[in-house]
């Protein structure tokens, strides 16, 4: 995949593969750090599926801030 430029239609695309391929009903979120591209993805899945949150890593969130305090 990395051949392939990650716009927000593509990262959704394959997001829906996975999910049709396991079934939407097992799915609660989809959780993603909160790049531009990936967050409009998870928008798409959430209003393709209302019952799949959207859902922003506060791990990712974590680590971004420890590496800014740390750098200084």
């Given amino acids: 995949m ?3 430029s990650h716009t927000a239609e593509f990262l959704k ?3 829906q593969e996975v999910i049709n391929e396991i079934s939407n ?3 609660a979120a989809v959780v993603s ?3 531009s591209t990936i967050a409009s ?3 798409k899945i959430s ?3 209302p019952h799949i949150m959207n859902i922003r890593c506060i791990a990712h969130f ?3 801030i420890s590496k800014d305090i740390l750098s200084k």
Avoid: C
Wanted: proline fraction near 0%.
């Fill in 2 to 4: 990395s051949a392939e």
């Fill in 13 to 15: 695309d394959k997001i």
């Fill in 25 to 27: 009903e097992k799915f």
């Fill in 33 to 35: 750090d909160n790049a």
């Fill in 41 to 43: 993805a998870r928008q």
């Fill in 47 to 49: 209003e393709a599926y």
């Fill in 62 to 64: 974590v680590n971004l």
